[in-house]
């Protein structure tokens, strides 16, 4: 019985430190996905990267030698495995500026998924990868 103490104290204490309020927090970077079935590939030539706090996103693309801009900003909320996000802001013109939109979220390991049909019609399954 004491053998077993530590462990479980060891796996508690771990288990203590999620973000179970907030699994999005952090900054995420695109590496692909699905978009209407067919893959879609990242950018070699700049990065697309989210950063979630617990209510709010903003995207942002890093290319080399430029200053980063910000391209879409948003508020969202989680309930179960269900992401609604609503962009209100948008670089360029955009037919989601103010809507939400219905996201499946999945998160294994490091790695987080946003599937969805958007309103246009259009199926994604974007991957975006925790790098902080």
Known sequence: MKKLILPVLIVAVLCSFNNGDAPLKGVWEYRGGLFNGKIDTASAGYILQRTYD???????????GEANVIYEKGDYVLRGDTCFETQTYSL?????????VKYTYIISNDTLKLLSILPNGNKVEDHWVRIK
């Open 54 to 64: 617990k209510q709010h996103y903003k995207a942002i693309v890093k290319e080399k």
């Open 92 to 100: 360029q013109p955009s037919n989601l500026l103010n809507k939400t």
